[in-house]
C-alpha cells in the first residue's frame, strides 16, 4: 500500500460522515449524529498529526489516536443502524471505518515493532 492510502481513505471516509451527519439532521437526528461527526472527521485529523510528527513516539501515539477515534466512529455508526432511529443504510461507512481500522493497527504495530535509527544511520 502506498504511503498516502490512510490519508486518501480517512479523508474520504470524514467526507462520508458529513453528508451522513448531514442526512440524520434532516431526519431530526442530532445526538449521536453530532458524536459521530466528532470522532468520524477526526480519524484523518489524527493522521495528518501522525505525519508530521515530531518523533517516532508522537507518530506511534497520534495514529493511535486515530484508531481511537476510527473505533469509536464504528461504535457510533453500529448503534445509529441497530436503534431504529434511521433507516439509512450505513454499511459503505462501517466497511471503510473497519478498513481504516486495520490499516491503522498495522502500521502502529510496524512503528512499534521497527527498532529507531541509529545516529548517522537514518
Known sequence: MDDGAIQRKSFKLALDIVKLYSRLVEQKEYVISRQLLRSGTSI?????????????KDFISKLSIARKEARETRYWLCLLRESDLTDMDMAKELAAVNEILRILTAIVMTAKRKPPPTPGNS
Open 44 to 56: 484523518g485529523a489524527n493522521v495528518q498529526e501522525a505525519i508530521g510528527g515530531e518523533s517516532r
